[in-house]
């Protein structure tokens, strides 16, 4: 092992040192808090790292394991790795993102989990070095593959690191009341950009239907309970630009305003149709637009790649030729 040039086994061998140093991190450090990285650290962090790879691949020559990043083993390797810990994380039922870790290895708290985080910058310097090589060994038959690369890339970094820029926030509206304020997970007060003021709430309901509940004193009792069937919210929202705006907010019919999607949440059950409170849950995400970038190139690299297929080797043998 370790003699040049390097297979697959040394591949093997560096994700087996990334889970070991990672568990080491993770019990003498614990869990990694995400919400440091919040911006302008995650932008500064993100110019940081392509420096470095910028820096790793011009010297790619003289450091071998850099020139070994490059190459089919190595992905490959990188590759098995995420793939084991990411369905790991798939049969692990995974905490919210406040609350720490429900087990003592770290496991159900994946993102936050040093070897999965590791194992993941592993995977995403081998993309960038690969996607560097192929641009410096340019050929037309390379262009699915590069654009496959640079839209995993943008998946991976940027859903990481604008994770800790996303905002899940509950706003509590009062009719006839403007509302600006909002709150997080751990109860903390948000002032957001724009306000919320709550003209009427609508609730349709489902025919009453007998049902066992339980009573004051304990006992079960036989009722006839209507269950909702739609409810919703006629609401103007004021921005800080001036904007006035009318909008009926609806169960999984949000709408979009200065970046926040608004969603209808909940509402006074004990009041039922009479609700004079509404509750919206507020979420932003400025890197989405970019994750979604990086799903539209993956895919379309996915639709050049099948319809390149059978025209590879008659392009490879052409290149050659006028070579």
């Not at 989990?113 to 560097?132: D, N, R």
């Not at 690369?149 to 706003?171: E, N, P, W, Y």
């Not at 989405?288 to 990086?294: K, W």
Request: glycine share 6%.
């Amino acid at each position: 092992m370790w003699h040049k040039p390097w297979k697959l086994r040394e591949g093997l061998a560096i994700g087996a040192g990334l889970l070991i140093t990672g568990e080491m991190l993770q019990l003498s450090m614990g869990s990694i808090d995400w919400q440091l990285f919040a911006f302008p650290v995650n932008v500064v962090a993100l110019a940081l790292y392509l420096t470095l790879i910028a820096a790793a691949f011009l010297l790619r020559r003289k450091i071998y394991v850099v020139s070994y990043f490059t190459t089919p083993k190595a992905a490959t390797a990188s590759i098995l790795f995420a793939t084991v810990l990411t369905a790991l994380m798939g049969i692990t039922r995974q905490v919210a993102g406040t609350q720490p870790a429900a087990d003592p290895i770290g496991i159900t708290k994946m993102l936050s989990y040093w070897p999965f985080v590791l194992v993941y910058l592993w995977l995403t310097t081998t993309i960038a070095l690969t996607t560097l090589q192929q641009f410096a060994t340019f050929r037309l038959r390379k262009i699915p593959a590069i654009v496959c690369h640079i839209g995993l890339f943008l998946i991976v970094v940027c859903g990481t690191l604008g994770s800790a820029d996303m905002q899940r926030l509950k706003m509590y509206c009062i009719s006839g009341q403007p509302e600006w304020r909002a709150l997080d997970d751990e109860g903390a007060v948000t002032e957001l950009p724009l306000a919320i003021q709550l003209n009427r709430f609508i609730l349709e309901e489902y025919p009453a239907e007998v049902q066992k509940v339980r009573g004051a004193d304990g006992k079960p009792t036989i009722m006839k309970m209507p269950t909702p069937k739609r409810y919703a919210s006629e609401v103007d929202i004021f921005t800080k630009r001036g904007d006035n705006i009318q909008a009926t907010i609806e169960v999984n019919k949000p709408i979009s305003v200065e970046g926040w999607k608004i969603y209808q949440y909940s509402y006074d059950e004990s009041m039922g149709a009479k609700s004079t409170l509404s509750i919206f849950e507020l979420v932003t995400d400025p890197w989405l637009p970019v994750v979604y970038i990086g799903i539209v190139l993956l895919l379309l690299g996915a639709v050049l790649m099948f319809f390149t297929l059978g025209k590879g080797k008659d392009v490879h043998r052409k290149e050659e030729e006028n070579s």
